[in-house]
């Protein structure tokens, strides 16, 4: 990896923002120059998390800046849309985008149009892909461990939504939903685990346990806390989701499980430290071939460092190497704006689903 220096400018202020500032911090030749929010608390907390960063309120003073090589949008999902036709309207520089993209597939449509004329790199941020359990699994599965896959299984049983500014993400109008807000990461594992497209989306779900008692101006949070989503795919394998935000008991909080006609091999990823207490977990890899019938299970290890900087178990890390390599014009991009947005249509499939109680169609 080269030690160029990039400067890079974020837009939006949050817990997550400063997820990437620390993580920028381990990379040789990263820093971060300006920061847009409009919330001072969070300016504030940015201050100290990126010394000498510029604190600017809004995301037109940043793209009109000249001290920036590539710039983080990572505001809340439902500004994402506005914010990158102001992007758009600057200088082309690489552009990294926190998930989901879009809030809905409509302003997927819109943003399409609009990028397809941006010159620079666009990289969508699905970090899951880069967690090191992930990519051991991956690894394993392109080797052909498993033959050829016809089922996957995915289970997240995890904490509630986080407290976030304005609580924005109380709500499916800000969010897109849970299914595109937190499982666009989960769409997009099957999409690139399966080297497939998705056909039809058959969901049920409920908001059962969690922000029952919290009123925000008389109205009760939208948001779905647990779900199932089975996912047929073109090439006939399958793929299933289960996820529950009452659960952040559980000793792993991702369980990913791809099975084939050879055999099958699975992951499973601690929550962050942080959250829950207790010594550190180690993720783990277990590769299950069906003849011999002899089950193999080994740690992943992971910098304790790089767990520290995040609750993504190192992943922003790896995701930020992979795409300053596409930025500095030494690499691909490795998740495109279709992804990105194939994600979204999947989530808002289930939501959908869910919502009429029948399979949708994509």
Not at 13 to 34: D, F, K, Q
Not at 129 to 146: I, K, N, S
Not at 240 to 269: D, K
Request: charge should be negative; proline fraction near 7%; charged fraction near 20%.
């Amino acid at each position: 990896m080269t030690t160029e220096t990039l400067r890079y400018g974020l837009i939006g202020g949050g817990m997550m923002a400063r997820e990437h500032i620390a993580n920028l911090a381990l990379i040789p030749g990263s820093a971060v120059t300006a920061i847009a929010d409009p919330d001072p608390v969070q300016q504030a907390l940015n201050a100290q998390a990126a010394p000498g960063a510029a604190l600017l309120g809004d995301a037109d003073a940043l793209v009109a800046r000249n001290d920036i090589d590539a710039i983080v949008v990572v505001s809340p999902n439902h500004t994402h849309f506005d914010v990158l036709q102001r992007v758009f309207a600057g200088r082309p520089r690489p552009l990294l985008v926190e998930k989901p993209v879009v809030i809905d597939p409509a302003q997927g449509r819109q943003l399409a149009a609009l990028a397809a004329t941006w010159p620079a790199p666009l990289w969508v941020a699905m970090e899951y892909r880069y967690m090191p359990p992930v990519a051991a699994l991956l690894e394993e599965l392109r080797g052909g461990t498993a033959g050829r896959l016809r089922m996957l299984t995915i289970r997240e049983h995890r904490y509630p939504f986080l407290e976030k500014v304005g609580d924005w993400n109380r709500f499916n109008a800000n969010t897109g939903g849970t299914m595109v807000e937190k499982c666009c990461h989960f769409f997009d594992l099957m999409r690139l685990v399966l080297q497939d497209e998705p056909v039809r989306v058959f969901a049920s779900g409920g908001a059962d346990v969690n922000h029952r008692d919290e009123l925000y101006n008389g109205r009760r949070p939208d948001i779905l806390d647990n779900a199932y989503a089975v996912v047929d795919f073109a090439g006939g394998a399958r793929a299933m989701l289960e996820l529950c935000m009452f659960a952040e008991g559980a000793w792993f909080q991702e369980e990913i499980t791809a099975t084939g006609e050879q055999g099958r091999v699975a992951c499973s990823i601690p929550g962050p430290l942080r959250l829950r207490g207790g010594a550190e977990r180690e993720a783990m890899i277990e590769i299950s071939p069906r003849d011999p019938a002899d089950p193999q299970r080994k740690a992943v290890p992971v910098d304790p460092a790089l767990l520290r900087a995040g609750d993504h178990h190192g992943s922003t890390y790896f995701q930020h190497l992979r795409f300053r390599e596409a930025a500095l014009g030494n690499g691909p991009v490795e998740v495109t704006l279709e992804d990105g947005l194939k994600a979204v249509a999947m989530g808002a499939a289930a939501e959908q689903s869910i919502a009429e109680g029948r399979p949708v169609t994509l």
